[in-house]
Structure formats: C-alpha cells, structure tokens
Nanobody, 127 residues
Framework: QVQLVESGGGLVQAGGSLRLSCAASVRTFSVYAMGWFRQAPGKERESVAA????????SYADSVKGRCTISRDDTKNTVYLQMNSLKSEDTAVYYC????????????????????WGQGTQVTVST
C-alpha cells in the first residue's frame, strides 16, 4: 500500500510561483512512476506532469509547458512540481499519483494508469 501526501498549495498572485511536494510512504519509491494531476471546479481531472521511475522521462500538459517542472528525490521519497508564472486558470486541486512499474521507463499521463492517489492540495491563483 502506498500513501501519498501533497503539500505546498496555497493562495498566490498571478505571475507568482509555488512548489508542490508529494511525499510517499513506501519502502521502494524508486520503482514508482509519478504524476501530477489537477481538477478545477466543474471540470474533469487532467494531467499536469509526469515522471518515470528513473527520472529520465518527463511529460507535461501543453497548458503548463515551459512554466512547470516535475522532479523527484528518491532519497526523500518525494516528487515535486515547481510551478512558475502562475495564471488564474491554474487554480485547481492538485493531486499526485503513483504507478508501480515492472518494466520500461516511461512517464504516464493517463489517470487510469495510476494505482495510488493523494488527497490533493488546493492551489488558488488570484488576479
């Protein structure tokens, strides 16, 4: 069983930055691919960014490319999402997700690929 706890959300002005963290309670974090998703009110959950278990593959939604960076620190069992130049449309609840990987090194952008989810952290961007 994997438990994921997100942190780092909050209220920020447009143009500002936030770094989200997701800490995983698991014995071997390094065998999990990780992803960040978000869900705004009245909208479907969407992928934001993903990273392979090895860290050598990353993927980003077009809406955040150039503004967000996903990274991981396996010594801390943590994945990060650095978000810069935030816009009002980035307002959402952000979730991290984990997928146990048995072969290959891919970053997964589809929510159905993931086995474990955190409770989410609210990001609100004010204009």
């Amino acid at each position: 069983q994997v438990q994921l706890v997100e942190s780092g959300g909050g209220l920020v002005q447009a143009g500002g930055s936030l770094r989200l963290s997701c800490a995983a309670s698991v014995r071997t974090f390094s065998v999990y691919a990780m992803g960040w998703f978000r869900q705004a009110p009245g909208k479907e959950r969407e992928s934001v960014a993903a990273i392979s278990w090895s860290g050598d593959s990353t993927s980003y939604a077009d809406s955040v490319k150039g503004r967000c960076t996903i990274s991981r620190d396996d010594t801390k069992n943590t994945v990060y999402l650095q978000m810069n130049s935030l816009k009002s449309e980035d307002t959402a609840v952000y979730y991290c997700a984990a997928k146990r990987v048995y072969s290959g090194s891919y970053s997964y952008i589809q929510a159905y690929e993931y086995n474990y989810w955190g409770q989410g952290t609210q990001v609100t961007v004010s204009t």
